[in-house]
């Protein structure tokens, strides 16, 4: 039952699963449940997986930027330093530079990651 399930709507089964990472990061800054990050980030190697043929980094770049924003929004207050300032436009100048920051080393990570999981990949 299910591997005919499976065959007939495999379109709509890859699709969920591309779009579960972001969904899960996204419930998890609306809804608070801590352990939804780490599944988000399992999903997204799940989805690479399934969709890398051998172009995993570009895939785990294309699906991890999207899932990645609610984990930065979430760390967002922990960082105290970046609302220091007494200006708005400042603080809000800030804001965007540390969350883009804090973007970029979460993806460079998953992409190293990505590379020592699957080392032969295709570079264009």
């Known amino acids: 039952m299910w591997r005919c399930f499976f065959n007939e709507n495999k379109k709509t089964v890859r699709a969920l699963l591309v779009a579960a990472p972001i969904v899960c990061a996204w419930i998890s800054l609306v809804c608070y449940p801590r352990w939804l990050i780490p599944l988000a980030i399992a999903l997204l190697f799940a989805a690479v997986m399934l969709y890398g043929d051998r172009r995993e980094n570009l895939w785990m770049f294309v699906l991890s930027v999207p899932a990645l924003i609610p984990v930065c929004i979430r760390a967002m207050p922990y960082l105290e330093y970046v609302w220091s300032y007494d200006n708005f436009f400042v603080n809000m100048l800030m804001y965007a530079f540390v969350f883009f920051t804090l973007m970029s080393i979460l993806v460079l ?11 032969k990949q295709r570079t264009w």
Do not use: S
């Open 109 to 119: 990570i998953l992409q190293y990651v990505t590379r020592l999981i699957w080392k």
